[in-house]
């Protein structure tokens, strides 16, 4: 896949993407880092993964199919603000914690009962930020059914969304990345192992 090949590319060349020892928000450590924060700051880039997040919505769902986008700041706000610019769609996106004044929503933008949402974020990793997101979104009575990624770190998201009946799509995951830049030589087979190892532990834990 073309597109794939080209943003891992861009990823790898401004740093985007790291390999090396890293502990992550979360406190697990990680092989790789990757910061899809700093992708705005390259504005043609941006708008060919948001036109191609757009493309692959529209293919896989249509548009006419969902009332607005939702999203959780900051990362994938950014990504679905744009979004919702190209596609002339609704945006609402829900707090991580509700604002302590004013009215003390969870959810901010216009909302009705009953509607349905497409969630959109930069990565998954277990999911727990959409999970959320969509629990939140449940007790207000918005139903979600397909939250896309950017990408997706293949440790857990899929099946934790799967067991609140949304589908995970990701435009691409961390061994499409890998891949692709190791086949390109940009990163060697040591680095290639390191993730491979790294979402296989998962694998084993969870069936474990």
């Known amino acids: 896949m073309e597109f794939v090949k080209e943003f891992a590319t861009f990823l790898h060349q401004n740093s ?14 990680s092989s790789y880092y990757v ?15 948001v036109k191609y997040l757009e493309n692959e919505i529209a293919q896989n769902i ?7 986008i939702v999203s959780v700041p900051t990362g ?15 945006l609402i996106y829900v707090r991580s914690k509700p604002k302590d004044y004013g009215t003390s929503k969870s959810v901010e933008g216009k909302i009705h009962e009953g509607m349905k949402v497409i969630m959109i974020d930069d990565v998954a990793t277990t999911g727990g930020s959409i999970v959320n997101a969509i629990k939140l979104l449940k007790e207000v009575n918005i139903s979600v ?13 899929d099946e934790a969304l799967s ?15 890998t891949e692709a830049l190791y086949e390109q030589n940009f990163v060697d087979e040591s680095i290639l192992e390191k993730v491979k190892n790294q979402i296989g532990k998962w694998v084993l834990a969870a069936q474990t």
């Open 35 to 49: 910061d899809l924060r700093l992708v705005p700051s390259y504005p043609h880039e941006f708008r060919k993964m």
């Open 16 to 29: 985007i993407i790291k390999f090396g020892d890293f502990t992550l928000a979360s406190g697990k450590k």
């Open 76 to 90: 994938g706000l950014i990504i679905a603000s744009a979004l919702a610019i190209e596609t002339v769609k609704p």
């Open 145 to 157: 059914t397909d939250a896309y990624v950017i990408v997706n770190r293949m440790e857990g998201a």
């Open 62 to 68: 249509g548009f006419n199919k969902f009332d607005s």
């Open 163 to 177: 067991e609140l009946g949304v589908k995970m799509h990701s435009i691409l995951n961390i061994l499409q990345i």
